[in-house]
Structures are given as C-alpha cells and as structure tokens.
C-alpha cells in the first residue's frame, strides 16, 4: 500500500526565514503530487501539482515554490517566509479516482 | 468560476443518521471526493463518486447527481468518534486537482 511521509511535523520560523518542506511516496510510481496549504479555519487550497519529475505547475502566485527532484519526493521551499504563509501543509498523491494526504506540517510564522 | 458549498455546521446526536450536503459548480467534473478531517489531523479518504447514485461503505454512504450538481455524505449510526469536519471536494480537470468545499463540522452529541 502507499504511504506518504511528511517532515517536519510542526516547525516554528522568523519572518523572513527560508522554510524547506518534503515530503516522499512509497509503494506507487510516477505518482501525481500535489502541495496543499489550510490556513485556520479554511479550506484547503491548492498549491501545486506535479504530474512527474521536474514538471511543477503553480495555483496561487505566492512567494513558495516546489521542486521534484525525484519520482517520489516533493520539496515546497520559500527564501523569505511572511506572516502569511502560517498553516498547514499538506502533501498528498492521487490518481484519477483516489487522493490520499500525509500527515502534514504545521508552519508557524512569527 | 468554480464554487463548492456545505453547511458551515451540524449537530447529530449518538447513535441517529446524519445528512451532510454538497453543491458544486465547476467548469470541469471528473469526479466528487468526501474526506474526514479531525481536528489537528490530516483528512483521511472517505468515498469517491463519479456516475450518479448511491456508493455505500459500512456506517458511510455517499450520493452524487451530476445533472443537479449536488452530493450528500449520509452517516449512520453515529459514534462519538464520527465528530469531526467532512470536506467535499470535486476533481475538476485533466490533472486530477482538488477544488475544496470549505467543509462541515459535525458534532455528535450524547
């Protein structure tokens, strides 16, 4: 079956600290992957999707960005964090009929 | 535009059936997701429709009526456990991104 992990669990950052998320599949391959953010209260949005390697497309214009260096991992980076971008993180991976999270990051900008 | 809509809130007590309804108006349909949420958790797959009627799974059913954009969760036998927010969402596209419903929270009451 896949699993999907996810680390760190909870991080805490200054404003205008870089931030580096991953997150990695096991158990599929060439997985659609896809970085979601749930700010308090809200509903999840998309951040960017990737449907192989080095192919990453962008949702909402915002100062993170993703890479896929390999076939099962996901890295969300931001050079300089803003207040804003505190949440939830989550990674998931999907087919056309099934979408599954990891446990996700809680991100506290201060 | 694409929009999904849910209740904000419901309230069920132990042990009854609880209805949570979902409409959605996207440019794209390829298929409606309902999720669990628990509070502080990553939201865990409930079902997944695609053609109209009914999929049941256990306690969990789920309904889907493409003609009407309209989706219900049905959840019987209610536990205490089952209090959590249920998240409607809809793949809308070719690359099977997630567009979210803002979600339900249920409280299961004694």
């Known amino acids: 079956s896949q699993t999907i992990h996810q680390w760190p669990a909870t991080l805490v950052q200054p404003v205008g600290s870089p931030l580096s998320l991953e997150c990695t599949v096991e158990g599929t391959s060439n997985p659609n992957l896809y970085w979601y953010r749930q700010a308090a209260g809200r509903g999840l949005q998309l951040l960017f999707y990737?449907?192989?390697?080095?192919?990453i497309s962008s949702e909402v214009p915002q100062n993170l960005s993703a890479s896929r260096p390999q076939d099962r991992q996901f890295i969300l980076s931001s050079k300089k964090l803003l207040l804003s971008d505190s949440g939830f993180y989550l990674c998931?991976?999907?087919?056309?009929?099934?979408?599954?999270f990891g446990p996700g990051t809680r991100l506290t900008v201060t | 535009g694409q929009n999904i809509d849910q209740p904000t809130e419901m309230t069920a007590t132990e042990g009854a059936i609880v209805q949570i309804n979902c409409t959605y108006q996207t440019s794209g349909f390829n298929g409606l997701f309902w999720y669990q949420q628990h509070a502080g958790e990553a939201p865990t797959f409930l079902s997944y429709?695609?053609?109209?009627g009914l999929e049941e799974k256990g306690r969990f059913s789920s309904f889907l009526s493409r003609s009407k954009g309209y989706s219900y969760l049905l959840l019987k036998e209610l536990q205490m456990k089952d209090s959590a927010s249920y998240l409607c969402a809809v793949d809308g596209g070719a690359t099977n991104k997630l567009i979210f419903g803002t979600g339900t929270l249920l409280a299961v009451q004694p």
């Open positions: 990737s449907v192989g390697i080095g192919q």
């Open positions: 429709n695609v053609l109209d």
């Open positions: 998931a991976w999907g087919t056309a009929y099934e979408q599954y």
